[in-house]
């Protein structure tokens, strides 16, 4: 009979493993591999996050590198931030999402050091310090008390919410027990807004939000309503009103203090205006006159003054500007032109309006006339960029040397290109828009205090269409006139690094208290100028 196998002796080779061993090392070997393939696709994904940053730094890199606004007329400046923003944000979330998953390497792309703002912190704001310490300080090696040998200290930004308070005037009366004398009191302090409840700090501050930070009153009203400060929208255009019309001295001497210099720019934007007995609004004007001397090293501080004017009438320039003898760089609007028929005033023009008109043409059709004209405009410009900041001499002799060549050889070129196209085509407009005001264009040769362009005024008109944009139209005609006093004082304050809000709350408190007229230049932006040492330590 066959032996069962069962009863035959085992023998197993030494290499060979029992079934639960095998079991456990395939095991082993499985898990092995799923954690290679984790490993891999976490590897995988953070090499795409950081072709992702890579790809979005790139971007960024390639938009500063390029030079927006009107100049170039590619993209607004506040386009140009929001775009930046937002791909600074995505940069920022996908950092954050590579840190969370896993630490990258020491020495590895992914280590790149955050541009974040590490600049020291103003000494002016006040500290609060905060030490943390440890809880026991005895040596655990000897048991003595360890003692301190340094600290490592940072700094952050912090912010208190704006917060109301509510300021309480008591007035005492006294009079006499022992006869029927009059009574006596303390007089009550001026106040802006007479019976009102804001003081001159609370009106500064509607001012710069609805003027500097473009916050429409409506919208400041929900705002103080959230904090349980019921303020309607018609009592805050109230106190604007009331304390435009206490300014109106200060922008009235402002203007006539720009109108003293020897070289203004000028311009104008609409500024639409509710017009009730037509239902719908009107196109009132705000015309804009800018000094600014620091890229010729002058000594005046720049300003800006901005008039309301209903209509757009060549007269309006000539109205504001009376008494103003000197250079008026400019547009080619006709208004200025008759305004230099009088003798007094001659006429810069601007090479960025010359420019603009062939940068149209390119854009829509590609056009090699086109395409050349800002080529050699661009060499202009280029000029430029080396000397500003020189003085007025110095630029001078620059342009001679350098520009004056290019402008020599322009016009023929330009004259000839106008003889070799169709009289009706756009090329020819363009061409014909610059020889037509060609002795005003070339003007900044021979002056140095010339600016090329007239960016310098158009920089001034962005903030009035960006205050359109949020507050749409001005009520009235009185509220065009208050537009244009209050922006004044506070572009004028921008342009000169003083705090607006600072500002206007000290002049509000001075006219109240009755500053005397005669020394109105005190309440000028001008007379709140630092020193020169402290704007370079700020």
Known sequence: MRRCDSARPVTTAPDSLPTNAKALRALLLAERARHAEELAAARDEASRAQDEVGRLMAIIKELQRHRFGRRSERLDPEQLALALEDLEQAIAAAEAAAEKDQKPPTGSVAARKRQINRGALPPHLPREEIVIDVADKTCPCCGGPKHRIGEDVSERLDVIPARLKVIVTRRPKYACRACAGEVSQAPAPERLIENGI??????????????????????????????????????LADWVGR??????PVHARLLEQLKQSTKLFADETTAPVLDPGRGCTKKGQLWAYARDERPWQGPDPPGV??????DRKHARPAEHLAGFSGTLQVDGYGAYAELAEGGNVELAFCWSHVRRRFYEIQVATPAPIASEALVRIAALYAVESDIRGLSADERRQARQRHTKPLIDA????????????SGKSTIAEAIRYALSRWDGLIRFLDDGRIEIDSNVVERSIRPIALGRKNHLFAGSDGGGEHWAVIASLIETCKVNDVDPEAYLRDVLAKIVARHPMSRIDELLPFAYLRPAVDRAAA
Do not use: M, N
């Open 198 to 235: 804001p003081t001159e700090t609370l009106v500064a501050h509607v001012l710069v939000a609805k003027y500097a930070d473009h916050t429409p009153l409506y919208r400041q009203a929900q705002i103080y309503a959230r904090q349980g400060i019921t303020l309607d929208r018609s009592t």
């Open 305 to 310: 003054s901005y008039v309301y004017a209903p």
């Open 243 to 248: 304390a435009a019309f206490a300014l109106r």
């Open 410 to 421: 322009l016009r023929p070129w330009l004259e000839a290109k106008l003889a070799a196209v």
